[in-house]
């Protein structure tokens, strides 16, 4: 039996909605972790007798004390070309072409080593869970690598088996080079599912099948991937709507909007979650609301590719589960989890800054808005915990209670970044503050990152291999 004390938090936010008496933060209390569950959350005074004994305590008299954070949707493999200058001020189908001949050259050495690299990323900034969208399978990659790496890392994996099949040749986006047959995919996918897929509670590992976009895979594969999914009982995922390019080309070959050509191939439901969803309409939103259709809104990555302003308060308040992603390495080009929600939290603002007079809410009073934000810290914190934990299909996470798995993430606020900020509103802060790193982040009751450093791996030699074969993987394409 392992145990772990969090002792006289300075704050702790349990984002616990259910229960009213925790739903606001609390102020100098403990928590007390045992068999990877919180076992107590309350005064110090009123801790159980085998607390006082834990394996290791954590002193939290400066620390905020939060669930960990979930991710929706990632490409880890994209760390290797971070920053490529050829594509740096591109959009979606010009970057995407630009670089898909250099990820023709992925390894499986490359695919498990970047995919630690990103995790590495994610953990340091508070990240407990993540799912990643691995699409690519050349040179013998499979998914197994980017599992086996989550394993030895420590990092609660939803690992979503990605596929192409429709090339250039076909009308698609991709080159021939990069696609896989159908016959073939879904046979893997089957593999996959019941080999590594664990529905448990607490559960360290899912897999989902995750059709790349209507633009490269064809009708029949989207449908006998959601056919193939719901018969063993695991999520779908893929992207949609991502930019004005999208909606065109949904047009042109299906001759309806993404959302239709979603709900036409059974591609609705609560067991799906899509990715960007940056030009859903109304019709869609109210599609997404009624069947309980996920989103990983992925800001970073729609400024950085100029896909736009995803409709995010519109979605929330019609009803749509809404969790945030950091997207692919190379489209954002970071993994930081609590930068994510900043950036989310300011998009937000600043579509509905772009919004006429007349669309706001609320009053002006010489010229000034006096209506409510757009969006709070706290909002944007709910989307990077719980709305996470709901779309990734997850009871278990994404909140702190007694009985939930012992994922959290946890910050030092007497540092440079949150001075005469936390001393007024330490979760605010968190936000609205220069983005921190994490001081602890806890993964099912185990610490893996202490004092800033992760513990599970070596940094040093895999940054310096990453490099090295991030160097290797552009050059073969020159």
Same mark, same amino acid.
């Given at each position: 039996m392992s145990t772990l004390l969090i002792k006289n938090a300075r704050c702790v936010a349990t984002l616990d909605h259910s229960n009213p008496s925790l739903a606001q933060e609390l102020k100098g209390v403990s928590i007390f972790i045992r068999d990877q569950r919180i076992a107590f959350i309350g005064p110090d005074a009123? $801790?159980? /007798? @085998?607390a006082r004994a834990a394996d290791e305590t954590i002193d939290a008299r400066h620390y905020l004390v939060m669930p960990g954070l979930v991710n929706t949707h990632h490409h880890m493999y994209q760390s290797l070309t971070r920053a490529i200058p050829e594509v740096q001020n591109a959009e979606l189908f010009s970057w995407l072409r /630009?670089? !898909?001949p250099i990820w023709s050259g992925l390894t499986p050495e490359m695919v498990q080593v970047s995919t630690q690299v990103a995790m590495a990323e994610l953990l340091l900034s508070g990240c407990t869970t993540s799912s990643d969208h691995l !699409?690519?399978?050349?040179? +013998? #990659?499979? %998914? @197994? =690598?980017?599992?086996e790496a989550a394993r030895e890392i420590g990092m609660r994996f939803c690992a979503t088996r990605g596929s192409m099949s429709v090339g250039q040749s076909q009308g698609g986006l991709p080159p021939d080079s990069v696609v896989e047959r159908e016959d073939f995919i879904l046979k893997d996918t089957q593999r996959l599912i019941e080999r590594y897929h664990d529905a448990s509670f607490g559960s360290m590992l899912n897999v989902a099948v995750a059709p790349c976009s209507p633009f490269s895979v064809s009708r029949d594969l989207m449908r006998e991937s959601a056919l193939l999914a719901r018969s063993h009982g695991v999520r779908m995922h893929t992207h949609l709507a991502e930019n =004005?390019? @999208?909606l065109a080309y949904s047009r042109e070959k299906f001759n309806c909007t993404p959302t239709q050509y979603a709900q036409e191939l059974g591609w609705l439901g609560p067991d799906v979650w899509h990715a960007h969803c940056v030009k859903l309409d109304d019709e869609g939103i109210s599609l997404f609301a009624a069947t309980r259709t996920g989103v990983a809104h992925c800001p970073c990555s729609n400024m950085r590719l100029a896909s736009g302003i995803a409709p995010i308060r519109r979605m929330l308040d019609a009803g749509v589960p809404v /969790? $945030? /992603? #950091? =997207? +692919?390495c190379a489209s954002n080009d970071a993994a930081h989890m609590v930068n994510e929600a900043r950036q989310a939290l300011l998009l937000a603002r600043v579509g509905r800054a772009m919004q006429p007079p007349e669309m706001r809410e609320g009053r002006t009073f010489f010229g000034c808005d006096l209506g409510p934000a757009e969006m709070t810290a706290r909002d944007a914190l709910s989307l990077a915990t719980r709305g996470g934990a709901q779309v990734l299909g997850r009871a278990d996470i994404g909140h702190l209670a007694v009985g939930m798995c012992a994922d959290l993430a946890i910050f030092d606020l007497d540092t440079l970044g949150f001075a005469g900020g936390a001393v007024h509103d330490p979760v605010g802060? %968190? $936000? %609205?503050?220069?983005s921190p790193q994490a001081a602890y982040t806890v993964v099912n009751g185990k610490v893996v990152v202490r @004092? +800033?450093?992760? &513990? &599970?791996v070596d940094l040093g030699p895999l940054l310096e291999r990453h490099n090295a074969l991030a160097l290797q993987l552009a050059q073969m394409a020159r």
């Open positions: 009123e $801790l159980p /007798g @085998d /630009g670089l !898909y !699409y690519l399978y050349p040179n +013998g #990659v499979r %998914l @197994d =690598d980017s599992i =004005d390019h @999208d /969790g $945030l /992603g #950091v =997207d +692919g802060a %968190l $936000l %609205l503050c220069a @004092d +800033g450093q992760i &513990t &599970t």
